[in-house]
C-alpha cells in the first residue's frame, strides 16, 4: 500500500485529517496552492476539491506524457 508524509503536501491544520476528509476538501488545503489559485482552478476546470483535481483528465495525460518520456 502507497503512502504519503501528509505534513509535507498538507497545510498544517489538515495534516491530521482522514483521506476522505481531505479528498473531500478545497484544493487550497494542499501546500503551496492559495484560495486564489483555489479558485481558477475552479474558473478554469470546475475543480472545487482536492479529488476533483485528482481526477482531472488533463493531469493524467501530463502524468502519462511524462511516463513515457522517462521510460525512454
Given at each position: 500500500?502507497?503512502?504519503?508524509d ?6 498544517k491544520a489538515?495534516?491530521?485529517k ?9 484544493v ?6 492559495s484560495d ?9 476546470f470546475g475543480i472545487?476539491?482536492?479529488a476533483?483535481?485528482a481526477?482531472?483528465?488533463?493531469v493524467?495525460?501530463a ?9 525512454k
Amino acid at each position: 500500500m502507497a503512502s504519503i508524509d501528509l505534513d509535507k503536501v498538507l497545510d498544517k491544520a489538515w495534516a491530521d485529517k482522514s483521506v476522505p476528509e481531505v479528498l473531500a476538501a478545497p484544493v487550497s488545503v494542499l501546500k503551496g496552492v492559495s484560495d486564489r489559485q483555489g479558485a481558477l482552478l475552479e474558473e478554469a476546470f470546475g475543480i472545487k476539491t482536492v479529488a476533483d483535481l485528482a481526477g482531472l483528465k488533463y493531469v493524467g495525460w501530463a502524468q502519462a506524457l511524462a511516463a513515457l518520456d522517462s521510460a525512454k
